[in-house]
C-alpha cells in the first residue's frame, strides 16, 4: 500500500514539475561515460519499501556501495512498465514501472547520480515492443494506422518465407488469418524500422530521456533491427547498422555526450559493423574465451592476440569506438557457476577485466561471487546485501545462493571476492594508462600468461596475467618496476615470474609504485 501511495505521489509531483515548472527544468545535466559501468537490475538490487521489490529509491540508498566499486556509470535494466519481471516486453516507453517508482524518483536518482559522478543509462528493447502495447492492439485491425508499424502479412500474400525457423522456432506468428513477426517470442512482436513514423517515435522517445538527463542507453538486440526472416535476406546486420547510425547522428544533434551501448551476440564480423552507429558494443568474446581458459587452461597469449583483432575490427569501422567488455551477464550462467565457486580464478578474471581497455562492465552481485545458472531467473536474484539489511529484496529465492558471502561480511574481510574489485576498481581509476591508455600485445616466447602493454602518454604499463595454476615466468624489459603485484609475484633481472592465477603490473614511472 505504501509503494501505491508513494507511486501516487510521484505522479503528482511529475505533473507538477512537467506542466507547473516546464519539461526543459526537470533536467539534470548529463555527463560523458567513461570508465566501469555497474549493471542493476533494479527488481533485484534494493527494496526501500519492504514490499520485496527492487526499487528506484532502493538505487539511490546504494549509491555509496556502486561509487565504492569505482564505478563511473549504472547500467539499469529496463525500468518500463511491462508485463513480464524482466521488462524487455515494453507497454509505454515514457514512463517507469510502478513497482519501480515513478518519474520523479527516477529524476531523484539522476540528480543524486551526477552528484556522484556516476552516469545513469537506461536499457531500452527498441526492437519489439509487448504485445499489450497500445500500438500493436491498435495494429491488430487492418485498417489502422499502426498496422504498418509492425511487420503483418496476409496468408499467401507474401513472398517472404513464414515458415523459417530461428533459434528453434518460428518468427512469425499466426493471428486470424494473418501473421506478424516476433523474432524472440510471440509476446515480443518486432517493430518496423522501414516505417518512417517508427524511426521518428524511436528518436523522440531517445530525446525524452535525455532531456530528463540520462546519459545514455545500453540498446537490446542491436543486430535484429532488420532481423533473420523479417526481409528477403536473412540478416541485414548492413541495414541495422544503417539505422543506428542514423539514429546517432539524430541524437547527437542535441546530445552529443549520449553514450550508445549496443548488444550484439554475434560474430565480430557483425559486431564491427554495427558499431559503426554506437560508441560500443558489448564484448561477448571476454567472458566467452576467458573463463573456459580459467577454468581448463589455455593460451594467454592467444586470448590477447584475439583481443587485438576485436580492436582492428572495431577501429576500422569505428575510429572512436570504446569497448565494452564483461564477464558474464543477465543472459548467461553467472562467473561464479562457470569458474566451480574457484575464488582464485574469480579474482583473476576480476583482475584481467580491470586492466582491458574501455568501459569494463560488473554485473550486480559479480563481485561477491553470486551464483546462478540457467533459466535466466536464476540469474537474477536478490543482491545479498546481509542478513540484517532492510533493503535486501525478496521477488524470488534463490536456488544457488544460500552460502554465498553477502556484501556486509565481505566489507570486513579483506580477502574476499569482493576486496578483490575494490582494489582493482581503485588501481584502475588512479592510473591513467589502466583507465584509458591504449593496448598492445607483448610478444614472448612463454605463451602461457597474457601480456600486453597499457600506455598513456609517456607512461609504458606492462600487464601479465598468469591464467595457470603452476608458476609461469616471462621475459621483460628493463627499467620497469612493479605497482602492483599478487603474493609471490615478482621481477627480477629482467625476468617476471608468476605464481599461478598471478598477476604483476609494472611501469617504467617510479611514481606511480605505490
Not at 11 to 40: N, P, R
Not at 137 to 149: H, N
Not at 241 to 264: K, M, T
Not at 490 to 502: C, F, K, M
Request: hydrophobic share 40%; with cysteine; glycine share 8%.
Amino acid at each position: 500500500m505504501r509503494k501505491v501511495f508513494q507511486r501516487l505521489t510521484g505522479l503528482f509531483l511529475a505533473c507538477f514539475f512537467l506542466f507547473s515548472m516546464g519539461h526543459a527544468e526537470m533536467k539534470t545535466d548529463s555527463q560523458k561515460v567513461e570508465g566501469i559501468i555497474y549493471q542493476v537490475f533494479v527488481r533485484a538490487f534494493a527494496d526501500s519499501d519492504g514490499d520485496g521489490v527492487g526499487d528506484l529509491q532502493g538505487v539511490i540508498q546504494k549509491l555509496d556501495y556502486i561509487e565504492s566499486l569505482g564505478a563511473k556509470a549504472i547500467w539499469l535494466m529496463p525500468i518500463h512498465p511491462s508485463p513480464s519481471y524482466h521488462g524487455y516486453d515494453v507497454t509505454d516507453y515514457r514512463d517507469v514501472n510502478p513497482e519501480y517508482g515513478s518519474l520523479a524518483d527516477f529524476s531523484q536518482l539522476l540528480e543524486a547520480a551526477h552528484a556522484r559522478g556516476i552516469g545513469v543509462l537506461i536499457d531500452i528493447p527498441f526492437n519489439h515492443t509487448s504485445v499489450k502495447h497500445p500500438w500493436f492492439i491498435a495494429s491488430q485491425q487492418a485498417d489502422s494506422p499502426y498496422r504498418s508499424w509492425y511487420h503483418w502479412v496476409e496468408e499467401g500474400q507474401t513472398q517472404l518465407d513464414l515458415n523459417i525457423s530461428v533459434w528453434n522456432q518460428k518468427p512469425w506468428k499466426k493471428y486470424g488469418n494473418a501473421y506478424y513477426y516476433a523474432i524472440f517470442w510471440d509476446g515480443m512482436p518486432d517493430l518496423n524500422f522501414n516505417n518512417p513514423a517508427v524511426r521518428e517515435e524511436v528518436l523522440s522517445i531517445a530525446k525524452f530521456w535525455l532531456s530528463l538527463g540520462v546519459d545514455g542507453f545500453r540498446l537490446d538486440a542491436t543486430s535484429h533491427i532488420y532481423g533473420e526472416g523479417e526481409t528477403q535476406r536473412l540478416q541485414d546486420t548492413e541495414a541495422s547498422a544503417d539505422f543506428w547510425v542514423w539514429l546517432s547522428e539524430q541524437i547527437r544533434q542535441e546530445y552529443p555526450n549520449a553514450y550508445l551501448l549496443g548488444e550484439a551476440w554475434e560474430p565480430l564480423s557483425k559486431r564491427a559493423e554495427l558499431i559503426r552507429g554506437l560508441d560500443s558494443v558489448v564484448n561477448f568474446d571476454v567472458g566467452d574465451r576467458l573463463l573456459p581458459m580459467l577454468k581448463s587452461g589455455g593460451s594467454g597469449a592467444a586470448f590477447v592476440t584475439m583481443l587485438e583483432a576485436v580492436y582492428e575490427a572495431y577501429e576500422a569501422s569505428n575510429p572512436d569506438y570504446i569497448d565494452a567488455p564483461f564477464l558474464s551477464n543477465h543472459d548467461q550462467n553467472r562467473v561464479a557457476a562457470s569458474l566451480v565457486l574457484k575464488q582464485d580464478k574469480m579474482a583473476l578474471a576480476a583482475r584481467i577485466l580491470l586492466t582491458l581497455p574501455g568501459n569494463p562492465i560488473i554485473y550486480y552481485g559479480e563481485e561477491i561471487g553470486m551464483v546462478g545458472a540457467k533459466p535466466d531467473e536464476e540469474l537474477r536474484t536478490p543482491m545479498l546485501w546481509g542478513g540484517d539489511d532492510p533493503l535486501e529484496t525478496r521477488w524470488r529465492e534463490s536456488r544457488y545462493n544460500k552460502k554465498t558471502i553477502p556484501v556486509t561480511q565481505q566489507l570486513k574481510d579483506n580477502q574476499s571476492l569482493l576486496s578483490v574489485y575494490l582494489e582493482m576498481t581503485a588501481l584502475r581509476n588512479g592510473q591513467p594508462a589502466l583507465f584509458s591508455g591504449g593496448f598492445e600485445k607483448y610478444d614472448s616466447e612463454n605463451s602461457i600468461p597474457l601480456a600486453f602493454w597499457r600506455n598513456h602518454g609517456k607512461e609504458q604499463m606492462l600487464v601479465l596475467h598468469n591464467p595457470s595454476a603452476n608458476s609461469q615466468q616471462i621475459a621483460v624489459p628493463e627499467g620497469l618496476h612493479p605497482i602492483f603485484a599478487t603474493v609471490g609475484a615478482e621481477n627480477s633481472d629482467g625476468t617476471a615470474t608468476l605464481p599461478g592465477l598471478g598477476t604483476l603490473i609494472l611501469s617504467n614511472q617510479r611514481e606511480n609504485t605505490p
